[in-house]
């Protein structure tokens, strides 16, 4: 019988955004005695340890994009040009949830020039020839990633919630095989990120599209076959559909790279007390450690 580890891949900022949001909106920033914010942290910490106690994995690897300037906005200057810039009591809470991730003794791994995403990828595609990968985010482009040994959890709205994407019920929850979700995004563009795919074609019609012809190369093949206004909208904006799909497609080849030794899910319990109860001046820690030690 196999002896396949579970390796947690987590996106850092998907986290700690969401972390930061739960309690931003009614303006609860926590600021601490030297007056940093640390509202952030604190809601980082809830969904980090509950994806912990959740999947009980025995390796935990966090990823983070490291800077707005990547190879995609190099390809697009519109990509992501939508989002403003980080609140500021957001912005020390970059480095110090870091710091936090490192004394729990989780490596942190992030590339200048690409997005976690890009590093989730390859990190996934080295450790699941050996192993299973469970990656946690809340990023619906990380689904191209799912393969046999690849699953993917899809935060949900509160704590705790979780679809789980899997390789043998993918075609069943979402209409496509994982590596069409790339074409999918092509032919419909993502808002979030701000690049617009093929205008006028949304995410049922793409959906439609890749079930019947299986990709954008075989839609192209067969635009005589389409309807006049699906075949104008795609002939219009086809530099945008072939751009889009670029953008939207994870870079599993990054040169990144971690030992599973490292990313061992072990915890030193000082460490993480004086951590979060002296530096951060969160006033019980055990509330998270006793959930996974």
């Not at 067969?222 to 104008?232: E, P, Q, R, T, V």
């Amino acid at each position: 019988m196999e002896n396949r580890k579970t390796i947690l891949l987590v996106d850092g900022m998907a986290l700690l955004f969401r972390g930061f949001y739960a309690t931003a909106y009614s303006g609860n920033f926590m600021i601490n005695s030297k007056g940093t914010p640390t509202n952030g942290i604190y809601g980082f910490l809830n969904y980090f340890i509950n994806s912990i106690e959740t999947f009980d994995p025995s390796h935990v690897i966090c990823c983070w994009d490291m800077g707005s300037k990547t190879f995609r906005s190099e390809m697009y200057d519109g990509y992501k040009s939508n989002r403003g810039e980080p609140p500021v009591e957001l912005i020390p809470q970059f480095n110090i949830v870091k710091e936090v991730v490192d004394a729990f003794e989780v490596p942190n791994i992030g590339l200048e020039g690409y997005e976690a995403d890009d590093c989730i990828g390859t990190l996934a595609n080295i450790y699941s020839e050996e192993n299973d990968v469970l990656i946690v985010t809340g990023d619906q482009d990380m689904l191209q990633l799912v393969t046999d040994h690849v699953s993917v959890a899809i935060m949900k709205k509160g704590q705790g919630n979780y679809e789980v994407y899997k390789n043998d019920s993918f075609y069943e929850a979402k209409g496509l095989l994982p590596l069409q979700i790339v074409d999918l995004k092509g032919l419909m563009g993502d808002t979030s990120d701000n690049y617009p795919g093929v205008k006028g074609i949304g995410e049922k019609t793409a959906t439609k599209l890749i079930q019947e012809y299986g990709s954008i190369d075989e839609i192209i093949n067969n635009l005589d076959k389409l309807s006049k206004g699906i075949k104008k909208k795609i002939e219009e904006n086809i530099d945008m559909l072939h751009l889009s799909r670029n953008l939207a497609k994870i870079h599993t080849e990054v040169p990144v790279s971690c030992s599973l030794e490292d990313a061992s899910w072990k915890i030193n319990g000082e460490r993480v007390k004086h951590m979060l109860e002296k530096q951060l001046e969160f006033k019980n820690s055990s509330r998270w450690m006793n959930k996974v030690i």
